[in-house]
Every structure is written in structure tokens, then in C-alpha cells.
């Protein structure tokens, strides 16, 4: 307790003392939370919107949410959040 304490007060993060990468500017960040909820940050808009496929460029790829009752459940200027039954995320270049 007293050893994380110390990394607080210090401002050194959980990933910084795993070592672990952090977010890489400019470089979209995707998580798939099981099979229900896609998140996407530094998006550049929504390609197409169905109920069973959503397009959204990510820049350098397009990303593919296949699925069924597929809805954008939140989205702003950088994130956007999609809700639904996910069978597949595919990356196209």
C-alpha cells in the first residue's frame, strides 16, 4: 500500500511501471469490450451505418463492425462508441 503511495505522489502511471506501451500520437486506439461494445478514439468519421455494418475510417485503415442491431451509441469529434451484437471487427488498407 505504502509502495503505491509513493508511485502516486510520484505521477508514475500503472502502465509506466509494467513497462507497457502508452497511446501512440496521432494513432487510433480501438477496445472491444467482449462482444457488445466497440470504442474507437482519434476516428475520422463513419464511412456507412446499418444495423449489421459500420464502416468508420481510422486513417490509414477502414475498420468494419459487423453484427447485428449494431447502433452508434455515442460519438464526437474524436470517439465513438457502437453497441450491439459484434461477430467481427475487420481492418481494411
Not at 4 to 10: I, L
Not at 45 to 50: A, D, E, I, P
Not at 57 to 77: F, P, S
Request: one cysteine or more; charged letters at 25%; proline letters at 1%.
Amino acid at each position: 500500500m505504502e509502495q503505491r503511495n509513493k508511485w502516486r505522489a510520484a505521477g508514475i502511471s500503472a502502465m509506466e511501471r509494467l513497462d507497457l506501451p502508452g497511446a501512440i500520437a496521432g494513432v487510433t486506439t480501438v477496445e472491444l469490450t467482449g462482444n457488445r461494445e466497440f470504442y474507437m478514439e482519434r476516428h475520422r468519421g463513419v464511412l456507412s451505418y446499418s444495423t449489421e455494418l459500420v464502416e468508420i475510417n481510422g486513417g490509414d485503415l477502414v475498420y468494419r463492425v459487423c453484427g447485428a442491431q449494431l447502433q452508434l451509441l455515442a460519438m464526437t469529434e474524436e470517439e465513438l462508441r457502437i453497441g450491439g451484437r459484434i461477430d467481427k471487427v475487420e481492418l481494411v488498407g
